[in-house]
């Protein structure tokens, strides 16, 4: 059985991702400073979603952590417990 | 990704490697549909290798890009996903064998499960109808009836060779304008060219 951990997303998603990270005890400086970068460019991930295939990709493997997590902050997840 | 908010597209999920999947898929509401699959994928005797090696290939992403539960994929899902596959094995050359098989294992998994209706096609012989594929209608029907008569006093591999020799030439005459006659070839005409010409 896996250890648990109480956590609530908040809706927005840069927040809800470094909640993420700190309520499982994982990250690091860069992690952060790659989910600065991101949600700075876009923080509406769904408009990264909308781009072409080329400007997805231009973001550069720093910015897989955050856009693996990035539907943490999905109005119909539930809350992870 | 792992929380279905985004869809970003079979293409760019194709170009990622979801690597990270077994560490997040705890905290994640994929993770009942993903241990569904697997555990059904352990009783059909699936070796752990080929489970966690197809459900992050192809599961993982269906479940994504559909954003539905496992129990609503269908096989127009996994088409989409095949297709992108050949899109991008035409976009930049790398291979998609391996996704091809996942998606043969993901449908047998799905078939035992119930959610899909169809087993993938396994091997065998091609028929003959996907094979004569690119052959005009009304020539490709005749050919398909003297292939299966043919079945009935020649070897399965003697059948396959005259299967392939008709296709070779029914593409040709397809390659013909309708009412045009023969393709044109150099050299003297030969004598099929006598053969009037054969309807659409």
Not at chain 2, 76 to 88: I, N, Q, S
């Amino acid at each position: 059985m896996q250890p648990v951990t109480a956590y609530a997303p908040s809706p927005d998603p840069h927040a809800a991702y470094l909640d993420y990270l700190a309520a499982t005890g994982r990250g690091s400086q860069p992690y952060r400073w790659a989910a600065r970068v991101f949600f700075g460019h876009w923080p509406d991930p769904q408009a990264w979603a909308a781009q072409s295939l080329p400007a997805r990709l231009a973001e550069g493997r720093q910015a897989h952590p955050p856009t693996d997590h990035v539907l943490d902050a999905a109005p119909d997840a539930p809350a992870r417990l | 990704m792992l929380h279905r908010m985004l869809r970003p597209g079979y293409d760019y999920l194709l170009e990622r490697k979801l690597s990270s999947i077994w560490r997040e898929i705890s905290y994640s509401p994929l993770a009942g549909d993903i241990t569904r699959f697997i555990d059904a994928a352990e009783q059909l005797g699936f070796t752990e290798r080929v489970r966690f090696a197809t459900g992050s290939q192809v599961p993982a992403r269906l479940l994504i890009q559909a954003g539905r539960p496992l129990g609503e994929l269908t096989l127009a899902d996994l088409a989409e996903f095949t297709a992108a596959c050949h899109t991008r094995h035409e976009r930049t050359g790398k291979g998609h064998h391996h996704y091809l098989a996942a998606v043969s294992n993901t449908q047998r998994v799905l078939f035992h499960l119930g959610i899909v209706g169809e087993l993938p096609r396994s091997g065998g012989p091609v028929p003959f109808a996907e094979r004569l594929a690119g052959v005009r209608p009304a020539i490709r029907e005749p050919m398909i009836a003297y292939l299966e008569r043919k079945r009935a006093t020649c070897q399965p591999h003697t059948v396959s060779a005259i299967a392939t020799r008709l296709r070779h030439f029914g593409e040709f005459l397809a390659l013909g304008r309708p009412g045009a006659g023969l393709p044109h070839l150099p050299g003297p005409a030969p004598a099929y060219r006598a053969l009037p010409n054969l309807p659409d």
